[in-house]
């Protein structure tokens, strides 16, 4: 199975902050890697899609970059509404595997 | 508008069985590929199966392989999870998604909890 390795796995900032997440692939997935944000108590949500296809609907300061191994989540101004745990995930193949979640406080 | 509303959770005796249902609503069943993604109290997500749209192709997980298995009535619209022998560390939440390649729409899950 391909393991994904997020970092860090928690992290505390302020709001307007500038916030970058990564996840690293135990093999090349090309660009089948998504994003999921999940809320405190709610369902996940999906932000990006092949690495860095916003889902519609997500803000704008959410991207997504990277291919092959590595890949980050950027959230350019962070708002008091985006405390919440940050999961990725590949669908390079199966199983699906997700990464073990970031969790930004703020 | 998508819909997706698990039901069949509950408290189940190690070693028991239980068959969770997914009610899809909104959209084409059969054109799509449904997963069940899991969520143990205080964790992470774990996928754990996963069928296609006509019902021919399943994948599991190593962690359920041979207890678990999934099946779908798309003139119900509806997806279904058996499992048996269940063990404490199939205690999560059980969610059904929508699969296309990334999970795009999510149900609000159900409880399993397995103890004595």
Known sequence: AIRMTQSPSSLSASTGDRVTITCRA????????????????????LLIFSASTLQSGVP??????????DFTLTISRLQSEDLATYYCQQY????RTFGQGTKVEI | EVQ?????GGLVQPGGSLRLSCA??????????????????????EWVSVISGSGGNTYFAES???RFTVSRDNSRNALYLQMNSLRGEDTAVYYCAREVGEFDFWGQGTLVTVSS
């Not at chain 1, 390079?92 to 199983?95: A, F, H, K, L």
């Open chain 2, 4 to 8: 997706l509303l698990e039901s069949g």
């Open chain 2, 24 to 45: 899809a609503s909104g959209f084409t069943f059969s054109d799509y590929a449904m997963s069940w993604v899991r969520q143990a109290p205080g964790k992470g997500l």
């Open chain 1, 60 to 69: 704008s300061r959410f991207s997504g970059s990277g291919s092959g191994t």
């Open chain 1, 92 to 95: 390079s193949n199966y199983p």
């Open chain 2, 64 to 66: 359920v392989k041979g």
């Open chain 1, 26 to 45: 135990s093999q090349d997935i090309s660009r089948y890697l998504a994003w999921y944000q999940q809320k405190p108590g709610k369902v996940p949500n």
